[in-house]
């Protein structure tokens, strides 16, 4: 079974500009997360989706992040403009289920952003 | 709001010594505890879990046991390889939607 895939790998840009990333969740899977790791952090969920509408994004830079899952399979998440501060490595991860014991969370490998 | 404290690394061991994480945490209600790992590289994986008090979750010679009464999920391994070096996190989930909280991450490093 394939994993969760993301893209690209790694990214460099400078401040102010755009950026956007891609998920492609596991086949089958309604959940779908964005987390932000920050160097030395944890990660922190920036949105959840179930199927394509949004669960939480309480913890989303609603003026410069944006995501979408279309049709409830793949996402992206763009960043415009950006900020040093956003440097990080960005997560997707997605779940049978949101709830109860098929809630298990399966996690890409990330995006690796560096903002200069 | 729900958080996640754990011991700040790196731990450093020799090959086949015992293995503590120490993980606490503050939730309200019963959340459910896990243990991630990632390796260099690579993304997070779930490396054990436990649903409910008393609950020990293990994998991979890995143990932790869920303790309500001190708040705590403790990681341990009883003789640990090269191949564990990677950084661990603990992390809980609180809420209908499993939203996850996770510690800052404790990297451990094993050496021959």
Redesign the interface.
């Known amino acids: 079974e394939a994993g969760v895939a993301q893209s690209p790998r790694y990214k460099i840009i400078e401040k102010r500009q755009s950026v956007a990333f891609w998920c492609n969740p596991i086949s089958g899977h309604a959940t779908l997360y964005w987390y932000q790791q920050i160097l030395g952090q944890g990660p922190k969920l920036l949105i959840q989706f179930q199927n394509n509408g949004v669960v939480d994004d309480s913890q989303l830079p609603k003026d410069r992040f944006s995501a979408e899952r279309l049709k409830g399979v793949d996402s992206t998440l763009k960043i415009q403009p950006a900020k040093l501060e956003d440097s990080a490595v960005y997560l997707c991860a997605s779940s049978l289920e949101a709830g109860g014991p098929r809630n298990e969370q399966f996690f890409g490998p990330g995006t690796r952003l560096t903002v200069l | 709001g729900d958080s ?1 404290t754990q011991m700040e690394g790196p731990v450093t061991l020799s090959e086949e010594a015992f293995l503590t994480i120490n993980c606490t945490y503050t939730a309200t209600g019963y959340p459910s505890l896990f243990w ?1 790992v990632q390796y260099p ?6 490396l054990l ?1 436990a649903t409910k008090a008393d609950d020990k979750g293990s994998n991979k010679g890995f143990e932790a046991t869920y303790r309500k009464e001190t708040t705590s999920f403790h990681l341990e391994k009883g003789s640990v390889q090269v191949s564990d070096s990677a950084v661990y ?1 603990c ?1 809980l ?1 609180n809420s ?5 909280t ?4 404790t990297m451990l490093l094993v050496s021959p």
């Open positions: 996640v991630y590289g690579e993304g997070l994986q779930l879990k996190f992390a989930a209908g939607y499993s939203t996850l996770f510690g800052k991450g």
